[in-house]
């Protein structure tokens, strides 16, 4: 279809549609509701249908490129059309006719609509107008949105080629996308997400992008290959991981626990653009650093992730403390020091966990509540262990006499990257080096992500900070009020 074929098209199309009329007359009272909610001008939904057949059918860029102006050319169209019938609803210039077996039938109609409050002091007539400029309102929103990605985002309507994204799901809503240059991720079969690109796109731009999405949620993703054994252990491995268990390994008797701590990680919410399904991240200049903290993500134990950790800070060190502070010589002590006197006051992008405050008793059988439910930021409860941990050293034996920058070097670049030094080697002992290791991994873990969010400021109002927002989500309302006590109880099987 050419663009003269589309702007005729168009002509004959808009020609067509009676403005000062909504028809829903030929609709019973079951039909109409729906009919109603979904309301949509199918003329464009139909020319929108035939030009997807055809791109989809395109093999290269260029030829997909071609469609982008078509496919404004047709929303313009689409958004004029909702306009001119909202300002005539709104002048009172429009009828909307409705089958007559709805009249004195107002309750049974009003039960349909779960969403919208009726207001029963008016008219019915009254409230299927009020439904529909909001209904108008919402899909001229739609249509701006997809305006919004043909000019700014034009890949979105390029990008073809696809890959599903592992072990869990990227996002919470399932009618969000994330952007992030010429590429997105989408959500796609059953609960899963995939990254979409073109065969203009880079393999670092798609790499950068699941980085990115990693730091922000606190959890190793991968792509999938072709090769579905491996998938299968990648699945299995980062399935494992939890960004957690570097607050329980605090816990003095961790290794003697029966039952585990009730908290649960969120996924974040990112601030959408423009009040649209979009996500969008700017352009970073340090893909690099977010590579080096996902990689950290997919270390289970505290030993290869300290060392992966690490490397976060020596990339920091280059592209941020040396160009800032200008050292005469350079020196890793120094650098970890005015880390860690600068993490404690900063204001991190918030990655909220849920405190559940409940634990089952020794034999199963009843769910009891320790605390009320709390939303707590990770950042901010590291920041209350690594003060633990500070007063902690000062009265360790040999640790006293050490600067928080010298252990977290000593450890974190010595004992757990190399094995020349004897018995100062971090070694799997867990009642001793293994927790040690894991405190260490609290100071980097915040510098790690007090660098990457200095290097990329624009990252810094991407989430949400309110908490009620995610209590809301999740519909943890009733739990968050319910009181310590028994929750629950269930017979023992024998």
Not at 32 to 50: D, G, N, R, S
Not at 279 to 306: G, T, V, W
Not at 324 to 334: A, E, G, H, Q, S
Request: net charge positive.
């Amino acid at each position: 279809m050419t663009s003269v074929e589309i702007s005729k098209e168009l002509k004959n199309l808009e020609t067509s549609i009676d403005e000062h009329i909504i028809d829903f007359s030929d609709s019973d009272i079951f039909h109409m509701p729906i009919k109603l909610a979904f309301y949509e001008l199918q003329q464009y939904h139909f020319l929108i249908i035939a030009l997807n057949k055809e791109r989809f059918s395109c093999k290269t860029f260029n030829e997909k490129k071609e469609f982008i102006d078509k496919y404004k050319s047709i929303y313009f169209s689409q958004r004029k059309k909702y306009k001119r019938i909202l300002k005539n609803l709104k002048k009172r210039e429009l009828k909307i006719l409705y089958p007559d077996d709805l009249k004195n039938k107002e309750e049974f109609f009003y039960g349909f609509f779960q969403k919208w409050s009726p207001d029963r002091s008016k008219s019915m007539d009254e409230n299927i107008e009020s439904y529909m400029k909001l209904r108008l309102k919402r899909n001229i929103k739609e249509v701006n949105q997809e305006l919004a990605k043909l000019i700014t985002y034009p890949s979105t309507y390029i990008n073809t080629f696809s890959t599903f994204i592992g072990p869990s799901s990227v996002l919470h809503y399932r009618n969000e996308m994330i952007i992030y240059k010429d590429v997105f991720i989408d959500p796609t079969e059953s609960h899963s997400f995939s990254v979409f690109y073109n065969e203009n796109t880079k393999a670092e731009t798609k790499n950068a992008l699941l980085n990115i999405v990693a730091y922000f949620n606190g959890e190793p993703y991968y792509y999938f290959t072709e090769n579905y054994d491996f998938n299968r252990k990648l699945y299995e491995l980062y399935g494992q991981f939890d960004l957690l268990d570097i607050l329980r390994l605090r816990k003095k008797n961790f290794f003697n626990e029966k039952r585990s701590e009730p908290i649960h990680l969120e996924l974040p919410i990112f601030k959408q653009k423009n009040g649209y399904n979009m996500i969008c991240f700017n352009d970073c200049q340090h893909e690099m650093i977010f590579e080096l903290y996902h990689a950290s993500l997919k270390q289970f134990e505290p030993l290869p992730r300290c060392v992966f950790l690490y490397r976060v800070f020596e990339y920091g060190s280059q592209k941020h403390y040396q160009p800032l502070i200008r050292p005469p010589k350079f020196n890793p002590i120094d650098a970890l020091n005015y880390y860690v006197n600068e993490i404690m006051s900063h204001r991190y992008i918030p990655l909220y966990y849920i405190d559940f405050g409940t634990h089952t008793n020794e034999n199963r059988t009843e769910i009891i509540r320790r605390r009320k439910a709390k939303c707590i930021n990770f950042t901010t409860q590291l920041k209350k262990e690594a003060k633990k941990i500070i007063n902690e050293w000062k009265n360790h034996s040999y640790l006293k006499n050490k600067s928080i920058g010298n252990i977290l070097y000593m450890t974190g670049r010595n004992a757990t990257a190399h094995g020349g030094s004897g018995r100062s080697n971090a070694r799997y002992d867990y009642s001793m080096n293994y927790k040690h290791i894991n405190d260490v991994n609290i100071f980097l873990e915040l510098i790690a992500r007090y660098i990457i969010e200095k290097l990329n400021p624009d990252f810094s109002n991407s989430v949400e900070r309110n908490t009620k927002h995610y209590i809301r989500r999740n519909q943890y309302e009733e739990i968050f009020e319910q009181e310590r006590g028994v929750l629950a109880t269930r017979e023992n099987k024998k």
